[in-house]
């Protein structure tokens, strides 16, 4: 079965760049997306595809997915970027998504 | 405006059943798929299985085979999540959420991820 692998915590500094891993063998090959989850709220999804921002997410937000990692890219960090990102691909042998470990983000 | 509206919270015994619910709005219903997210208290998003509206075919994460249902009836746009006989350990946040379009190009299927949430359904089960 799918294991997606990720940092525990990542720290950075206000206005710095945050980037946090996803890695599982050949990740490259599938679709990630990526969701941030605020305490008490539910997910939103930030990055879907590898590297496509939903409307209404900041510019600030990227993706890339290569060989057996996925990255979200959290630029110019601020102070409501804290919360929880998880990375999620779509299993099609099973039919269903699995989800990364969640990696917490801290802006210092 | 597209939503997914969910039941209420929930407190319940153990061994009792309990049906939950999703409600969505302002989009084709039985052309989405929707699937069902557990979060236990302090812990990570978890998937449970997704359902076609459309047709009512379903699948179920192998984690969760056998210990829910996942129904929906499409005349009324709501997607349900049940058990038969609750433990303490279902005690949890469960979120239901649209899955978004898939492209088919150039002999791939791209995905979109979950693209609507609905706000999440507080279970708690205690004796």
């Known amino acids: 079965s799918y294991e997606l692998t990720q940092p525990v915590s990542v720290s950075v500094a206000l206005g710095q760049t945050a980037r946090i891993t996803c890695g599982r063998n050949?990740?490259?090959?599938?679709?990630v997306h990526w969701y941030q989850q605020k305490p008490g709220q539910a997910p939103v999804r930030v990055i879907y595809?590898?590297?496509n921002r939903p409307s209404g997410i900041p510019e600030r937000f990227s993706g890339s997915n290569s060989g057996n990692t996925a990255t979200l890219t959290i630029s110019r960090a601020q102070a409501g970027d804290e919360a929880d990102y998880y990375c999620?691909?779509?299993?099609?042998?099973?039919?269903?998504?699995?989800f990364g470990t969640g990696t917490k983000v801290t802006v210092l | 405006e597209v939503q997914l509206v969910q039941s209420g919270p929930e407190v319940k015994k153990p061994g009792e059943s309990l049906k939950i619910s999703c409600k969505g709005s302002?989009?084709?219903?039985?052309?989405?798929?929707i699937g069902w997210v557990r979060q236990m208290p302090g812990k990570g998003l978890e998937w449970m299985g997704i359902?076609?509206?459309?047709?009512?075919?379903?699948r179920y994460s192998p984690s969760f085979q056998g210990q829910v249902t996942i129904s929906a009836d499409k005349s009324n746009s709501t997607a349900y999540l049940q058990w038969s006989s609750l433990k303490a350990s279902d005690t949890a946040m469960y979120y239901c959420?649209?899955?978004?379009?898939?492209?088919?190009?150039?002999?791939?299927?791209?995905?979109?991820?979950?693209?609507?949430w609905g706000q999440g359904t507080t279970v708690t089960v205690s004796s």
């Open positions: 959420a649209r899955r978004g379009p898939v492209d088919y190009i150039g002999g791939s299927y791209y995905y979109s991820g979950l693209d609507v």
């Open positions: 302002g989009y084709s219903f039985t052309n989405y798929w």
């Open positions: 359902i076609y509206p459309g047709d009512s075919d379903t």
């Open positions: 050949n990740i490259g090959s599938k679709n």
């Open positions: 595809r590898d590297n």
């Open positions: 999620q691909v779509w299993d099609s042998s099973t039919h269903n998504y699995v």
